[in-house]
């Protein structure tokens, strides 16, 4: 049973790709600024260069609490694991945290990024949302906490930049959790601007589509969350060049433009009240 996952990540996502109808996960398929994806038991994460500085960022950690995938990969690169600085984390599900804590068991020294409520279930101080999480994460093994973990809370709008070569901002969009962020990340190495979604949304073959309701806090919110951030996408005339949830294939933002079209105006809620604030890394 255990690490049944690793023996074949491929098969357990092709398995759920049928099952929820999503475009199919691809482990090892590159993205714009240079960003690999990592199919890890149908979740993904993703190593972003820091231009060529031989050291690298992580959208999300997997389910791999050894570090087995995150460690082929670097050494593919001929890096070891200390070329892995910081993690930003869309949500605190099980299946997004599984680097942060081999890297933090090895003794890496990188630095948390995360929201504010998904900092609670990290520290374990409550459950995270979902309605299938409600009952794993009382199996041993399957919550989703590092007690202790030292984690630079984001709120809304906050940017980080990493020298010159990768610009970040965190991009509130709750719903699958409560406290689910999205991160606009562009690279120096190409130019490119991607939208890492987390478990925000999906994309079938016919667009986009919202968060499993099974797996997810608040579906109504999860929607209105969606529409948000494509309005605010479109007003502010940000150039993304693809959006990429963890759970399916990536798509083009214009998928987006047509979900929310598909759906009842939203509105806007106040993210937050205080000036984003700018971390220089
Ligand atoms: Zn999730």
Known sequence: M????????????????????????????????ESTRIVDAHSSFYPIPIGNSGEMVLVDGGMDKHGKRLERFVAQHDLGIGAVRAVLLTHAHRDHIGAIVSLLNRGVDIKVFASAAED?????????????????????????AIPGIETE???????????????????????????????????????????????????TPSGAKNALWLLS?????SNQSIIELTNRIVRE???IDAVVPAHSGDAHFNNLRRYRAAQKPSIPRIHRYSAPRHIAF
């Open 217 to 221: 806090g608040d579906t109504k919110i």
């Open 153 to 203: 809370i984001l709120e809304d709008g906050d940017t980080i930049s990493f020298g010159d070569q990768l610009q970040v901002k965190a991009l509130a969009i709750p719903g699958h959790t409560k406290g689910s962020m999205g991160f606009e990340i562009k690279s120096s190495l190409d130019g490119s601007n991607v939208l890492y979604a987390g478990d925000a949304l999906d994309f």
């Open 237 to 239: 005339g940000t150039e």
């Open 2 to 33: 255990q690490n049944n996952y690793e023996i074949s990540p491929n098969l357990i996502s092709c398995l759920a790709t049928k099952a929820t109808g999503v475009l199919p996960l691809v482990d090892g398929a590159f993205l714009p600024g």
């Open 120 to 144: 609670e279930v990290l520290q374990g101080q409550r459950r995270s949302e979902g309605k299938l999480q409600m009952v794993t994460d009382r199996l041993p093994g399957l919550d989703a």
